[in-house]
């Protein structure tokens, strides 16, 4: 069993009441969950799988390891990509809006106005059948989850952690509530993401 493999398998199977589902706001997703994994620290639930969501069509993700969220939303940790993102069958473009900042609602200090923080950035993707720019396009979008760098403190001589600052996200997926074969078991080893590809810079 590889890093990967171990990480998801420890995956918690949260005992919620009827009617409760895992749906953190955007700025709890940066604060309580990325940051935190990008530092190695304790989750609050440890309920988020971790792929490379970008290595095949949205459809082909194993959505079985995420079990406790809302029929036609998803949660991953995975791999910033750059530039093009093309799949065997397809691509993902920009939506619009394409990009965003998150804040954080804080107490503003003493003498102070300010009520809240940035913590991190969002951009929206759709992804096309197709090869760009004459893709067809479908009912699946990605909003990925960035941390602002300035809100995690990294010592300066800890080069793995910066660089899963600029490299490590975490991507909500949204798709139809009836999609083909849901539970691809090929998509398990193809969507794969090795632990120290978190680590790498791309290009």
């Known amino acids: 069993m590889d890093g990967v493999e171990a990480e998801n398998s420890n995956l918690e199977e949260l005992d919620l009441p009827y009617g409760y589902r895992f749906r953190p ?3 709890e997703l940066l604060v309580h969950y990325l940051k935190r994994k990008i530092m190695g620290e304790q989750l609050p639930a440890n309920v988020i799988p971790t ?10 993700l194993p959505f079985r390891l995420f ?25 993902y473009d920009f939506a619009s809006p394409p990009r965003g900042a998150i804040y954080e609602k804080i107490e503003p200090a003493a003498g102070s106005r300010k009520t809240r923080k940035l913590v991190g950035f969002m951009r929206r993707l759709h992804f096309y059948y197709g090869r760009p720019p004459t ?30 600052v ?20 090929i998509s398990e080893t193809f ?4 632990e120290d590809e978190v680590s790498e810079e791309d290009d």
Do not use: M
Request: glycine share 6%.
């Open 25 to 27: 706001s955007k700025a």
């Open 51 to 60: 792929i490379d969501v970008y290595a095949c069509n949205p459809e082909q």
């Open 67 to 91: 079990t406790r969220g809302i029929s036609h939303i998803w949660f991953f940790f995975s791999k910033r990509r750059k530039g093009k993102i093309l799949t065997k069958d397809g691509y």
């Open 135 to 164: 893709g067809i396009k479908s009912r699946w979008t990605i909003e990925e989850f960035r941390i602002d760098p300035d809100t995690v403190d990294v010592n300066k001589d800890d080069h793995a952690t910066k660089r899963k």
């Open 166 to 185: 600029s490299n490590l996200v975490v991507c909500k997926v949204k798709g139809p509530l009836l999609y083909p074969e849901p539970w691809n078991e």
């Open 191 to 194: 969507c794969e993401l090795e």
